[in-house]
């Protein structure tokens, strides 16, 4: 199973980015997927994440300002990002829980990381 993210990039500060994660490989289903960042200097955090069953958890820096969501059909998780600010500024990682025929239990994979800059 392999994570391939997208998006990131140069923001103003004030704007949006969306950023997306697809799974790929053989897969049986997905528990969770979710969004993790790391800022220069600190520990990797979560930001949002999403079960299978569509219920979100967010952040409370993220709370009202980031909308994750998933679709299941392509193992893909999606975070919208608006209102950023410069401490949104991070590498973004997502991560889905993976169940794999002939597998027990659930496995996490990574995906590559994805910076997000957001200038003043």
């Known amino acids: 199973v392999q994570l391939q993210a997208f998006g990131g990039g140069l923001v103003q500060a004030g704007g949006s980015l969306r950023l997306s994660c697809a799974a790929s490989g053989v897969i049986f289903g997905i528990n969770s997927m979710g969004w993790f960042r790391q800022a220069p200097g600190k520990q990797r955090e979560l930001v949002a994440r999403?079960?299978?069953?569509?219920?979100?958890t967010y952040a409370d820096s993220a709370q009202g300002r980031f909308n994750i969501s998933r679709d299941m059909a392509k193992n893909t998780v999606t975070l919208e990002m608006n209102s950023l600010q410069r401490e949104d500024t991070a590498v973004y990682y997502c991560?889905?829980?993976?169940?794999?025929?002939?597998?027990?239990?659930?496995?996490?994979?990574w995906g590559q990381g994805t910076q997000v800059t957001v200038s003043s």
């Open positions: 991560k889905q829980a993976v169940v794999e025929p002939g597998r027990p239990g659930v496995v996490d994979y």
């Open positions: 999403v079960t299978s069953y569509g219920s979100p």
